[in-house]
């Protein structure tokens, strides 16, 4: 009788351990473009169907945490010595928006680019375009409004040390002087990156701060345009009466605006679509 026990029990960890090895594999194993593609449509269809208030004050929050990432290249670029390798370095202050907004779940409008296209290309329907025009519209306003928000605080609310300030300047001037060609050129690698990044999320777990920081600081380095992100230059600038209205939405925001639709949507949301289009079952009518 103790032999047959002792035999039940060493079945039992045996049993134990093959399960908890099983869990691991299971656990380490790579998610499939598939899941990861059901991941992110997901997600879109809880963005879809969120409160458009809700949407709308996150939206705003986002603008606002966004200054971060111009605020942080600043700071570096002021207490770095002018030296070869400075751009490498300073770059990494883009990321402190970026970081900012995409950790803490707040609507970013180039993320809306690839994340609520996927359930509209899963199911399209003309409400379902409707909604996915009717979100755009309301995360880049809101986007837009923190911006302006941050921008107007930055240059008459002294919440910065005037060190910082020059830089600040130097660095919206720059990019408002960018053509409007160029700056659209630049801005399709930059959605391009940004949904690969949404992409990259799901199975990025518990490396989420350097993926976003890496992918960031690539868009900064690079000098890529970002429409939220280059909204915050465009709004010093034009609050501090260094540009008008017309060239600066002309010159920046729609050609920038286009551009990150294009690399989000129309090139890498179709990719990624495109790659696992033979796997997903058609909708039932």
Not at 144 to 164: H, K, N, Q, S
Not at 232 to 250: C, D, K, N, P, R
Request: charged share 15%.
């Amino acid at each position: 009788m103790t032999k047959k026990a002792s035999g039940d029990e060493t079945g039992d960890v045996s049993e134990l351990v093959d399960e908890a090895k099983e869990k691991s594999v299971d656990k380490a194993a790579r998610l499939s473009p598939r899941l990861i593609h059901e991941v992110i449509r997901r997600d879109g269809e809880e963005e879809l169907g969120r409160p458009f208030r809700s949407l709308f004050w996150s939206g705003i929050a986002a603008g606002i945490l966004i200054s971060f990432s111009i605020v942080g290249k600043a700071m570096l670029r002021t207490y770095l010595p002018d030296a070869d390798w400075r751009p490498l370095v300073e770059n990494f202050g883009y990321s402190f928006g970026f970081l900012l907004v995409m950790l803490g779940r707040m609507p970013l409008f180039t993320e809306n680019t690839i994340m609520t296209v996927l359930p509209v290309g899963a199911r399209p329907s003309r409400v379902s375009f409707i909604k996915l025009a009717r979100l755009w519209g309301l995360v880049l306003l809101a986007n837009v409004i923190g911006c302006f928000i941050a921008a107007t605080t930055i240059a008459y609310g002294m919440v910065l040390p005037e060190a910082l300030l020059p830089a600040f300047d130097g660095l919206a001037r720059h990019a408002m002087a960018i053509p409007a060609g160029e700056g659209f050129a630049r801005a399709i690698p930059a959605g391009i990156l940004i949904a690969a990044l949404v992409w990259m999320l799901p199975q990025a777990a518990g490396s989420s701060f350097w993926v976003i920081t890496l992918f960031t600081w690539l868009i900064g380095v690079c000098g890529f345009t970002h429409i939220v992100a280059g909204s915050v230059e465009m709004a010093w600038m034009l609050v501090t009466g260094q540009i008008g209205i017309v060239a600066s939405v002309t010159g920046f925001f729609l050609p920038v605006l286009a551009g990150n639709v294009a690399g989000g949507t129309l090139i890498f949301a179709f990719l990624a679509w495109a790659q696992v289009r033979q796997e997903i079952p058609l909708p039932k009518e």
